[in-house]
């Protein structure tokens, strides 16, 4: 059974960081694309940043610069570091991991920038 567990969100003040993670199970880590996104109320999910199993990333526009996306293999889980963060960051934060046509999602973390 695949488990995708996220950690890290909260509240922060604009121009803050968080540092997400998301832990995997039941999957073959190193063989899937892992990915962020995000869903802020009224709005569709939308990709936030992604890194492969060759560790190429990609990174949409309104993130770029402030956003990194890491992971370590060896104990399946990715990283979302967010800096300079804006109150149009706030959203929950979702991890996924794909391989082929198959894709998994975890519960999702609330991210609230605010002062």
């Known amino acids: 059974q695949v488990h995708l567990v996220e950690s890290g969100g909260g509240l922060v003040q604009p121009g803050g960081s968080l540092k997400l993670s998301c832990v995997a199970s039941g999957i073959i880590f190193t063989m899937h694309s892992m990915g962020w996104y995000r869903q802020a109320p009224g709005k569709d999910r939308e990709l936030v940043a992604f890194i492969t199993p060759r560790s190429d990333t990609n990174y949409a526009d309104s993130v770029k610069g402030r956003f990194t996306i890491s992971k370590n293999n060896a104990l399946n889980t990715i990283y979302l570091q967010m800096n300079s963060l804006k109150p149009e960051d706030t959203a929950v934060y979702y991890c996924?991991?794909?391989?082929?046509?198959?894709?998994?999602w975890g519960q999702g973390t609330q991210v609230t920038v605010s002062s």
């Open positions: 996924k991991a794909v391989r082929g046509y198959n894709d998994y």
